[in-house]
């Protein structure tokens, strides 16, 4: 599983991005993320693009596992709840 992520937006608007390959992580750090994966329930969420909301941090998730890819752009306010422990979780890798 490799997973492509960036935050942007913000008061300043700059664009930070981390690229994982789960298989070069520890097996708990990567069990960990592929639990999250699972329980946001990543490749069922919508494609949404999000307009930009001043001051509002967005995100970019991009997902390729088992030969699907996903990827949605959401933000601070409409992340589903159910994203909300993988965004932070993928935070503390930028």
């Known amino acids: 599983m490799t997973i492509d992520f960036s935050r ?12 994982l390959d789960l298989e070069t992580l520890p097996a708990p ?6 639990a999250l994966v699972d329980q ?3 490749f069922s969420l919508a494609e949404e693009d999000v307009s930009r909301t001043p ?3 967005d995100y970019v998730v991009e997902i390729e ?3 699907k890819r996903h990827r949605i752009h959401t933000d601070d306010v409409r992340a589903p709840k159910t994203l909300q422990p993988l965004l932070e979780k993928l935070r503390g890798y930028l």
Do not use: C, M
């Open 29 to 34: 750090e990567r069990k960990a993320i592929e």
């Open 65 to 67: 596992h088992e030969g």
């Open 55 to 57: 001051d509002v941090f």
């Open 8 to 19: 942007g937006g913000g008061l300043l608007g700059r664009r930070t991005r981390v690229r």
């Open 40 to 42: 946001s329930a990543f």
